[in-house]
């Protein structure tokens, strides 16, 4: 039967290379195939006990109904104290919005800032949902290259008259790269000439092994013109549970409310309480998920810097590595994935920026990580061998 036609805002939109290789993956998996993850990116840490009671209580005491639309006054405190700590910037709890993760921050943001037709600036390699976010608010995404740093000029030739945003987002996905406060603040003097948001995403900000963070918002002028995208998801293995949380300039956060008010309308009360509880749990949860990430990273990249062709730098943070390969990155992920039943992500699917590259996603349990460095330094001999 016919059916009628589809909007072309989901026809034509593309489809999520990370969630889609994920559900791949789960999919040889069912089917009896043992395949190494290291593509997606979820952090693989089992929410803390503690944690998951929390939840339990809440619902045993009947956090089951709606809740306020910006969240809960005691999850918005926390978040916004936590911010204090993290960057020193000083929100209000009535700045921070609870969104059903940081996709849904992120998705808010460009909601509340986007007409159609309106240009954001985009980083690439970047997130792979930062564009289609973009599109779905009618406007149209500009790609920015910024492997290894964030040109001015290059940022400054991109604005047009139909520019409203640039996305930024540190810890990069799928970099790990942190962005150096210099590199930000040639960014924010841009978005004050041309009087730009920055939709700054951190969501692996807490997960950072050297260096410091720096964050736009840091500065009042920063604060006035960032809207900022965290999420409890990659710092507490909390993936599933949607927990993430939108902070805004001083009274906006009524305007984009409004998006929760008339589509999911609140993150479940228990999911919060587990957040509040999580937050608390910080300082004795969180160190020990740093260096575990940190012992796999420098595992890892020394694995691979030993290989010919491939080039490992260490990161500062997050669990990602994004080697450069020899060859097509694209057929070098399909090559690991048949014959190694190593999976991973093709730097070009972070865009055309990402090319040569591949993201590794460092997930896994240790012995498995190991085995997959070992199938990969087999696979790199015998490239050698057939080249
Ligand atoms: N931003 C980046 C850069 C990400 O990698 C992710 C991962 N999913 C998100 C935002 C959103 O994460 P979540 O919706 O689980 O909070
Ligand atoms: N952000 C993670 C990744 O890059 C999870 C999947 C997604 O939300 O895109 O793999």
């Not at 909390?238 to 993150?267: K, N």
């Not at 990155?329 to 920026?353: E, H, I, K, M, Q």
């Amino acid at each position: 039967m016919p059916t009628p036609r589809l909007a072309s805002r989901v026809a034509g939109l593309k489809p999520s290379a990370t969630v889609e290789m994920t559900e791949r993956v789960r999919a040889a998996r069912a089917a009896g195939r043992r395949i190494i993850g290291l593509s997606s990116g979820d952090p693989g840490l089992d929410t803390d006990p503690r944690i998951i009671e929390a939840a339990n209580r809440a619902l045993h005491d009947g956090d089951t109904h709606y809740g306020p639309a910006a969240g809960s006054a005691a999850l918005r405190a926390a978040l916004a104290d936590r911010e204090r700590l993290r960057t020193g910037a000083a929100y209000a709890p009535e700045d921070v919005l609870i969104t059903p993760g940081g996709k849904f921050a992120l998705l808010t943001a460009l909601m509340g800032i986007v007409e159609p037709g309106d240009e954001v600036l985009v980083p690439e390699p970047g997130w792979v949902s930062y564009g289609p976010c973009i599109r779905l608010c009618g406007g149209t995404p500009v790609p920015l290259p910024m492997l290894d740093r964030i040109d001015p000029g290059q940022l400054a030739a991109a604005i047009t008259p139909r520019t409203v945003a640039i996305v930024l987002n540190s810890p990069v996905n799928p970099t790990a790269r942190v962005l150096p406060a210099a590199e930000l603040d040639a960014v924010l003097a841009l978005a004050e000439r041309h009087d730009l948001w920055i939709v700054f995403d951190q969501v692996y900000s807490d997960l950072l092994h050297a260096g410091r963070f720096a964050a736009p918002q840091a500065s009042s002028a920063g604060q006035a013109r960032t809207l900022v995208v965290d999420s409890l998801s990659k710092t507490f293995g909390m993936t599933g549970w949607r927990l993430g949380s939108l902070s805004m300039p001083a009274g906006t956060a009524r305007s984009f409310q409004r998006v929760m008010q008339h589509s999911v309308y609140c993150v479940p009360g228990f999911v919060q309480q587990a957040g509040v509880a999580a937050l608390r749990l910080f300082d004795d949860l969180v160190p020990g998920y740093r260096a575990l990430f940190r012992a796999r990273q420098e595992y890892a990249a020394s694995r691979l810097a030993a290989l010919p062709g491939i080039h490992c730098p260490l990161p500062d943070a997050g669990f990602y590595l994004f080697p450069s390969v020899p060859g097509d990155d694209g057929a070098v992920a399909a090559s690991w994935l048949d014959r190694l039943s190593v999976a991973s992500l093709p730097g070009s699917a972070f865009g055309a920026a990402g090319a040569g590259h591949i993201r590794l996603s460092l997930t896994t349990t240790q012995p498995d990580l190991e085995d997959a460095m070992d199938r990969i330094a087999q696979w790199s001999r015998q490239e050698q061998v057939l080249a």
